[in-house]
């Protein structure tokens, strides 16, 4: 019996957690923070610029240069020549299916206050992990992203797509077996009740979903076009919703000047949902080069992972359905950056809360088609591109994935210089001696 029969959190209701981790201490006599005598790293050009100095105001780098003095009380940080990077990004996390295991999820002792105690642990640990920002591919967050922006939990900046949109029998179908349609002489499922997923069929019920989540504050919408390792009902091989109902939500969040994410492996699935108007897939192993230059022609994302390996805990369903989405993991890669794919990069870890601190580790795998400047520039400047398509629904207003002027400030001091060790990044609790959000200083700084 796989995890996603059924979700966590309410979406709409404010959780209140006993979970709460202080943010650090700031001095509240210094306004702003000086980097003093550090290599500023240009993730865009792959460069590591000569020594320098950087000073943060009000949450954003207000200037960069040798001759700097700060207008009133600093505080000082000296960098020693080490490398100043933007905080990194990873654009498919779940942070709560994250961060439970599936007998913890199928536990009716499970609450939405245990469930968000779960998911706020994890958020901080990913923070210290040097993920600034992150985009919820699905699941309850809305809760949680409210702590953290208030301060009351530590993690990341939260992109939020909520609950993932599923027709019946899709990926996002979550419902145990004994669980009936509502249409058919059932009630509202325990999932959807929590707010883990919408069931919606036809158009109607597509629109109301995708509006219900932007209702709520997502900053895009999750969409599943076709089947999935890690659900019941679903083969690999199907395509889900009509060319109608995926128009229906990409015409609702358009209006709503953001987009669709969908869930999809085969061309079929991802030349629907182009078609009626997605701009970003998720996953695509199975991928041929027409469907991919489609996708550059077009300017459609490509959000992917470097997938985990099976190991012997996984239903044996699901590592079959996994056999060949593995196989063809490096010829994705390989083929979308030849083609000239956006591609964007995520971790997608479920239902395995161990894989989570393995999030720097799975991202140094890029190095198998990436040179380290690629890997850096697209953990932070591409993955910024995406997040930034989400237009005016962008919870926080200001440039990410670059150190440059007026550019908010998620920030690592590195000890090293990644563009000649990508290693570096792989362990953040000995490389990283600084980790600064919005300005502030979750590690290092003292």
Not at 316 to 324: A, C, L, Q, V, Y
Not at 326 to 343: D, E, F, I, P, T
């Amino acid at each position: 019996m796989t995890a996603l029969r059924w979700g966590l959190g309410v979406a709409a209701a404010v959780l209140v957690s006993s979970f709460s981790v202080g943010v650090q201490a700031q001095d509240p006599a210094a306004s702003e923070t000086l980097f003093r005598n550090v290599r500023v790293l240009d993730v865009v050009k792959g460069q590591l610029g000569a020594p320098t100095n950087v000073l943060i105001e009000g949450g954003r780098i207000a200037k960069i240069g040798g001759d700097i003095t700060p207008r009133g009380p600093a505080k000082i940080v000296e960098g020693g020549g080490r490398t100043l990077m933007p905080g990194m990004i990873d654009v498919h996390v779940h942070l709560t299916f994250g961060a439970l295991t599936m007998p913890q999820m199928l536990s009716p002792d499970l609450t939405p206050e245990k469930a968000e105690d779960a998911a706020g642990r994890q958020a901080h640990d990913m923070l210290l992990r040097g993920f600034t920002a992150v985009r919820d591919a699905g699941g309850p967050i809305f809760g949680l992203k409210r702590r953290i922006d208030a301060g009351d939990v530590v993690g990341p900046r939260v992109w939020p797509s909520g609950a993932v949109i599923s027709q019946t029998s899709g990926h996002g179908d979550f419902r145990l077996p004994s669980e009936r349609s509502r249409k058919f002489g059932g009630t509202v499922s325990r999932s959807e009740l929590f707010g883990a997923n919408f069931i919606a069929d036809g158009t109607s019920e597509v629109l109301t979903a995708t509006r219900e989540n932007l209702r709520f504050g997502a900053s895009q919408i999750k969409l599943m076009a076709g089947g999935g390792t890690s659900s019941d009902y679903d083969p690999i091989d199907v395509t889900q919703y009509t060319f109608e109902e995926m128009k229906a939500a990409a015409d609702a969040a358009a209006d709503w000047n953001t987009y669709v994410m969908v869930h999809a492996y085969t061309p079929r699935a991802v030349r629907r949902a182009i078609d009626a108007g997605v701009k970003c897939i998720e996953h695509g192993q199975l991928l041929d080069e027409a469907t991919l230059r489609v996708m550059a022609e077009k300017g459609i994302w490509l959000s992917t992972q470097t997938l985990a390996d099976d190991n012997p805990n996984m239903d044996p369903n699901r590592r079959e359905k996994r056999r060949e989405i593995l196989a063809n993991n490096a010829a994705l890669w390989q083929n979308a950056k030849k083609l000239g794919v956006k591609l964007a990069w995520g971790t997608d870890f479920l239902f395995e809360p161990e894989l989570n601190a393995e999030q720097n580790a799975y991202l140094i795998r890029l190095k198998s088609w990436f040179t380290p400047a690629e890997i850096v520039k697209l953990v932070t400047y591409d993955n910024a591109q995406l997040l930034a398509l989400s237009g005016p629904r962008t919870p926080y207003a200001g440039k990410l994935g670059v150190v440059e002027e007026g550019a908010l400030a998620d920030l690592i001091l590195v000890d090293g210089d990644p563009l000649a060790r990508i290693d570096l990044l792989g362990d953040p609790a000995k490389n990283f001696d600084v980790i600064m959000k919005d300005g502030k200083f979750y590690k290092g700084g003292q």
